[in-house]
């Protein structure tokens, strides 16, 4: 798996629930990469915000202007 890179180095935690089976397939592939399950998770949420910013499914913001709105 590639890597995915973002220019803003902040980072938010999200606290997710997972049926028991999900998380037991997870856990067993990020195992088999050697990584800890929560880095896998990341991993994959990222690519599939990044994929659906592709299709357009989500809009893209100035991320200038949303940093400046939140302070």
């Known amino acids: ?15 997710l629930s997972l049926p028991e ?3 037991s ?4 592939w990020a195992e088999n990469q ?3 399950v929560a880095n896998l998770a990341a991993y994959l949420v ?3 915000v990044r994929e659906a910013k592709e299709k ?3 809009p893209i913001k100035n991320r200038t202007s949303a ?5």
């Open 1 to 15: 798996m590639g890597v995915i890179q973002d220019t803003d180095m902040s980072r938010k935690r999200v606290n």
């Open 21 to 23: 089976g999900i998380y």
């Open 25 to 28: 397939d997870l856990e067993a």
């Open 34 to 36: 050697g990584r800890p």
């Open 46 to 48: 990222e690519a599939g």
């Open 56 to 58: 357009g499914e989500i």
């Open 67 to 71: 940093k400046s709105r939140d302070k």
